[in-house]
């Protein structure tokens, strides 16, 4: 199977503008392909993911990843997929949010001996000329056209900014550069991007000539990557400050049964052989194939270590054993009434319920449990003995939990 082949099979590729020669491209190590990140927090999350490994995986075809770091776009914001403006960020934290990245993105590309690189828009947008941009580069642009993007269609109702309106122009720009300064030859990006892809595409070919060629390819599920970045608790990081490698191991052995081998395929590098096996797997192997699916992007961002820690505590939290590695949350003197704290002030102490009232509401719906067994009595109390005796795990429902220490 060739390296185009196996993007096709994992699921990962929606439209291309000439697949023969991007086969060619791919299949051969001749891509040097850019994805872009808009710096809009400080660090990645799981909406990146699939980027980060599909250009892990081209590069280990022998092809040439570009990191664009939007640090110019980000002053602008993308409104794909947005219903109203972004908050605009002061030049400090949008440079702090892009050194965040950077050290990210190392874990999964090799930057060495120009094997990839890393670059920054705001490098080329930051100076252009307002009326030297318009000049050279607007009339490469139809408004009409770019009203008909879907970007810009769903934002029309409730009101489209001058400043939004211009991303499409800047992103193409982007390519634009990229083709100049680095001979990079194709883009990828999500399904939400296609416009402003080939946007890019037919700047280069109007600026520099018809046989000046740069391809576009879309991300067949990036918008559900974005998704998957997202859960009702927020964002799920790649940070190991903001989300536990624990937390990040149990998000993904949640996912729902239709999705395990889908993010198998797109996510993880097992022979496909390996996960077509599973395709007639159901019921408790489901489970086996979720724990696999954990177990090895947890190990692709935080290392084999973390990933077997993670693993172990995990399968703990369901049979009553040393769950060592899982978030903690501290109990103090201060939270003590007469020696004791009853399962109410637990829950809102350790921040799985919000007040008293909500915790009340789970222990007397049944959905509270202290090492595995179901709390019913909203008296319940526990003293700082019982607390350290052992490994005092409390859970909220079937996916909130916490170990439990007094100090």
Known sequence: MTVYDELVAR???????????????INNGKATFYIGFDPTADSLHVGHFMALCLMKRLQMAGNRPIALIGGGTG???????????????TPETIQHNCDCFKEQMSRFIDFSEGKALMVNNADWLLDLNYI???????????????????C?????????????????????????ELFRKYGCNMQFGGDDQWSNMLGG?????????????????TLLLNSEGKKMGKTQSGAVWLDPEKTSPFEFYQYWRNVGDADVLKCLRMLTFLPLEQINEMDCWEG?????????????????????????????????????GNAADMPTAAVSADDLQD???????????????????DARRNVQ???????????????????????????????????????????
């Open 201 to 217: 595409t037919e700047l280069i070919r109007r600026k520099l000539g018809k046989n000046a060629y740069a391809m576009t390819i």
């Open 284 to 320: 408790s192997q489901l489970n086996t194939a979720k724990e696999i699916l954990a177990f090895e992007l947890t190990k692709l961002v935080h290392g084999e270590e973390e990933a077997a820690k993670a693993q172990e505590s995990a399968r703990a939290l369901f049979s009553g």
């Open 75 to 89: 002053m602008v914001g993308d409104p794909s997929g947005r219903t109203d403006m972004r908050q605009m960020m």
């Open 339 to 357: 020696g004791k704290i009853d399962i109410l002030g637990l829950l809102v102490s350790s921040g799985l319920c919000t007040s008293r009232g």
């Open 132 to 150: 030297e941009l318009l000049r050279e580069v607007g009339p490469h642009f139809s408004v009409n056209n770019m009203l008909r993007a879907e």
């Open 152 to 176: 810009y269609k769903q934002r029309m109702e409730k009101g489209l900014s001058f400043l939004e309106f211009n991303y499409m122009i800047i992103q193409s720009y982007d390519f634009y």
């Open 11 to 25: 699921g990962l590729i929606a439209q291309v503008t000439d697949e023969e020669e991007i086969k060619e491209l």
């Open 365 to 407: 719906q049944g959905g509270v449990s202290v090492n595995g067994e179901k709390i019913t009595d909203i008296a319940t109390a526990y003293t700082p003995e019982d607390l350290n005796a052992a490994d005092f795990v409390l859970r909220r429902g079937k996916k909130k939990y916490c170990k439990i220490i007094f100090q």
